[in-house]
C-alpha cells in the first residue's frame, strides 16, 4: 500500500506540474502567434499557415475543398458535431453572434467554418441540412468533413481536444479560432458562451 | 517489433466500468533512435530543422543537432527527442507503420515484467513515479531500462512518447489560459480519476492534453506500431 500520505504529496506535485505546463503553454501560443505576424509579408503562405495542412475536405454541397481555398479571407473556425445535444448548439449560437458584429458590407471578406469532428455521420447532406435547419445556407457559412486522419491532425493545429465517449457521443474542447488571411492562427477562444468581445475585436482588426 | 495481444482495460480517464477494448497489435520494442531518425532524414528533406514548417514543428525541433543531418556528440542509439507529433507521425508513416494510439500505448505500458497489468502493484508506480522525479540525466540509450512481458523496452524510464491520438483526452474544463478555471481544472481531474492509485498515468494525462501539435520537448520521443494479424 502507498501510504495516504505520499499519496496527497504526489497530487500536489502534480498540481504544481499542471501549472507550469498552463502557464508554460499559454507564453508558446502567444510567441507562435507573434511569429506568424512577423512572417507574414510575402504574398505566399507562410510556415505558420494552416494552408501548409494536406488535407482535402468536402463541403456541405459535396464538393471537394482544400483549406488553400480560404486564402484572402479572414477565417473563423470551430469545430463541432451535428448531433451534439450539448455544446454544440451553444458554440453555432456563439459563431452567429460574432458574425452579428462584424459589419454588413464586410461579410464578403469573413469565412465561418465548421469542422466537424465526426466526419463518419457528418455527411454534406446531413451538414446541408444541419446548414438549413440554423439559417446558415448562404456562402459565409461553410462546413468541412475530412478524413479521420485529417480531422485529428487539424484538432493538433488548434490545440483542441476531442474523443468520442459513445456510439453517438464525443467529448470535445470549445474553442473559436480567428486566422488571417493568409492561414496564421491570430486568436483562439476557449468555452462556452464566452464574451466575444476580443474575438469580434480581433476580426476588426484583421478587416482593417 | 513485439505482438501485443488484444484485452481489456481501464483506462485512467473515462467512466467508472468503461473498459476499453484494445484489438492485437505490434508496436516497436525500443524508440525512434537518432541514428534511425538521421537515415529518415536523408530520405526526406523536407523534414530537416532547416526546411521544416513551423506548423509542423516548433522552434526546439532537433535542437541538439548541430546540423540538419548531424545529430551531434549523442550515442546513435539514444532515442531521439524534440521532435513533433507531426514529424512522429510521418516517420511511422514511411515505415509503413502509424503512432500507437494512446489506448495501445497504455494498454502496453500497464506491464511490468512479469504482468500485463501491474497497474496495482506498489513496486510498478513506484518505479514511475521515481523516473517523473528524477533530473532528465541524458546519454541514456534505447532498451537501457525494463523488457516488459509483451517484449517491450523503455515505456516507462526513459523519455514520454507521442501517441496518434494525444489530443483526445478530456479533463474536465479544460484550459490552457490560467485564472480561475485552474483551481477547477485540477480538482476535478482528480475526482474524475477511476483509479487514484494510479496517478503516474495521471501524469501522463495531463502532459498530453497540455501541448499541441507541433509542439517539441528533450524528453519526448516516439515509438511506431502497427494493427495486429
Given amino acids: 500500500m502507498i501510504s495516504f500520505q505520499k499519496m496527497l504529496k504526489s497530487i500536489v506535485y502534480i498540481s504544481i506540474l499542471f501549472l507550469i505546463v498552463s502557464c508554460k503553454q499559454s507564453e508558446t501560443q502567444d510567441a507562435e502567434i507573434l511569429n506568424a505576424t512577423e512572417s507574414s509579408s510575402n504574398s505566399e503562405f507562410s510556415d505558420m499557415s494552416i494552408f501548409n495542412l494536406p488535407s482535402a475536405w468536402t463541403n456541405q454541397e ?4 482544400a483549406l488553400e481555398s480560404l486564402q484572402g479571407k479572414i477565417s473563423v473556425m470551430v469545430m463541432i458535431y451535428t448531433s451534439c445535444k450539448a455544446a454544440c448548439p451553444r458554440l453555432v449560437a456563439d459563431m452567429r453572434n460574432i458574425a452579428k458584429q462584424i459589419p454588413k458590407d464586410k461579410t464578403d471578406q469573413v469565412q465561418y467554418v465548421f469542422v466537424s469532428i465526426d466526419p463518419e455521420v457528418d455527411t454534406p447532406e446531413r451538414l446541408k441540412k444541419f446548414a438549413i435547419e440554423n439559417q446558415m445556407d448562404s456562402p459565409e457559412w ?3 468533413r475530412g478524413t479521420e486522419e485529417d480531422t485529428r491532425e487539424f484538432a493538433a493545429v488548434l490545440a483542441m481536444s476531442y474523443k468520442r465517449i459513445s456510439p453517438i457521443d464525443f467529448s470535445h474542447s470549445n474553442i473559436i479560432s480567428v486566422f488571417n488571411r493568409k492561414g496564421e492562427l491570430i486568436h483562439q477562444r476557449e468555452g462556452l458562451s464566452v464574451d466575444s468581445k476580443e474575438t469580434v475585436a480581433a476580426i476588426q482588426n484583421l478587416l482593417r | 517489433m513485439a505482438l501485443v495481444k488484444s484485452g481489456k482495460y481501464l483506462p485512467l480517464y473515462g467512466d467508472i466500468d468503461a473498459y476499453v477494448e484494445v484489438s492485437d497489435f505490434y508496436i516497436d520494442t525500443i524508440a525512434v533512435t537518432k541514428a534511425k ?6 530520405e526526406n528533406p523536407q523534414w530537416r530543422k532547416s526546411n521544416v514548417k513551423g506548423i509542423f514543428a516548433d522552434d526546439s525541433y532537433l535542437s541538439s ?14 532515442p531521439v527527442t524534440n521532435i513533433s507529433w507531426f514529424a512522429a507521425k510521418e516517420y511511422c508513416k514511411y515505415q509503413g507503420k502509424r503512432l500507437p494510439t494512446l489506448d ?4 502496453a505500458a500497464m506491464a511490468d515484467e512479469k504482468t500485463r497489468d501491474a497497474r496495482e502493484k506498489v513496486s510498478y508506480n513506484q518505479y514511475i513515479l521515481s523516473w517523473y522525479e528524477r533530473p532528465k540525466r541524458g546519454n541514456e540509450i534505447v532498451g537501457s531500462t525494463f523488457k516488459n512481458v509483451w517484449g517491450i523496452y523503455d515505456l516507462h524510464g526513459l523519455i514520454w512518447e507521442w501517441t496518434q491520438d494525444f489530443n483526445s483526452v478530456m479533463i474536465a474544463s479544460e484550459s490552457r489560459s490560467g485564472g480561475n478555471d485552474t483551481n477547477l481544472f485540477c480538482s476535478a481531474a482528480a475526482v474524475g480519476a477511476t483509479d487514484l492509485m494510479n496517478y503516474a498515468a495521471f501524469m501522463r494525462y495531463a502532459y498530453r492534453s497540455s501541448i499541441k501539435g507541433n509542439n517539441t520537448g528533450n524528453n519526448l520521443g516516439f515509438r511506431c506500431a502497427k494493427d495486429g494479424n
Fill in chain 2, 65 to 78: 543537432w548541430p546540423e540538419d543531418l548531424d545529430y551531434g556528440d549523442g550515442h546513435p542509439d539514444e
Fill in chain 2, 104 to 107: 495501445e500505448w497504455e494498454y
Fill in chain 2, 37 to 42: 531518425y538521421l537515415e529518415f532524414l536523408r
Fill in chain 1, 62 to 65: 459535396g464538393e471537394d475543398i
Fill in chain 1, 142 to 144: 461553410l462546413f468541412l
